[in-house]
């Protein structure tokens, strides 16, 4: 990351890493936790509990997976960034939660229809609608169609931050996390490099 970050003339300090621990058994993840990683994503509200209920003190835990908007309540209490706000329905459920972690807006980029995500066509006005709710979003994530270049994609996130000001962008994971800093990402989510393959 650094060495990438070097190559970019950017700062290695200002792009983070997100450890992927998702579906990972806790020996493969307190090695990492005991290296001094910090900062985890995790795919599912329940999977987290089970994980981190008892170890999160001085962590910063990301929502990266889908949220259910039944779920929005126990996500934003435990939950320090949901990286994956994606509709109406759920923004309304944010807002209505005591604790509002920080937030970011998941884009479609490849406009895939199997996929979560706001299709760049309509990201600005929904930052927009998230904004007269009263929701402070950060920046926007996203994860490129399989078997295409990153490239374009993170380009297309990383216009689409600039014209709504957020400073934020969560995109690039193990295989094309270089790519992702060389267009502006300031968090990288890796899995695989750092665990190995998933258990499930």
């Known amino acids: 990351m650094a060495k990438a970050a070097r190559s970019a003339c950017r700062d290695p300090g200002s792009v983070s ?11 493969a993840v307190a090695p990492v936790l005991a290296e ?15 994980r981190w209920q008892g ?18 309540a126990e996500a934003c209490a435990f939950f320090d960034v949901i990286e994956t706000l994606d509709r109406e329905k759920l923004a309304r459920a944010i807002a209505g939660q005591r604790r509002i972690p920080r937030l970011l807006v998941q884009v479609n980029t490849g406009e895939e229809p199997q ?3 706001v299709s760049p066509g309509d990201v600005d006005d929904f930052i927009a609608l998230c904004r007269d709710m009263g929701l402070k979003i950060e920046g926007l994530m996203s994860i ?9 994609h993170f380009a297309l996130l990383a216009r689409i931050a600039a014209r709504n ?8 994971m193990s295989n094309d996390f270089e790519t992702a ?3 502006g990402a ?3 989510r890796i899995g695989s490099a750092l665990f190995g393959a998933r258990s499930g």
């Open 115 to 117: 996929k979560a995500g």
């Open 186 to 188: 300031t968090s990288v």
């Open 165 to 172: 000001g957020l400073p934020e962008l969560s995109m690039g």
């Open 17 to 27: 890493l997100t450890a992927v621990s998702k579906n990972q058994d806790w020996s």
């Open 144 to 152: 490129p169609p399989v078997g295409e270049p990153a490239g374009p």
């Open 36 to 50: 001094g990683q910090r900062v985890f994503g995790e795919n599912r509200v329940q999977e987290a509990f089970s």
């Open 55 to 72: 170890r999160r003190e001085g962590l910063e835990l990301r929502l990266i997976g889908p949220l259910q908007s039944n779920k929005a």
């Open 181 to 183: 800093i060389a267009f």
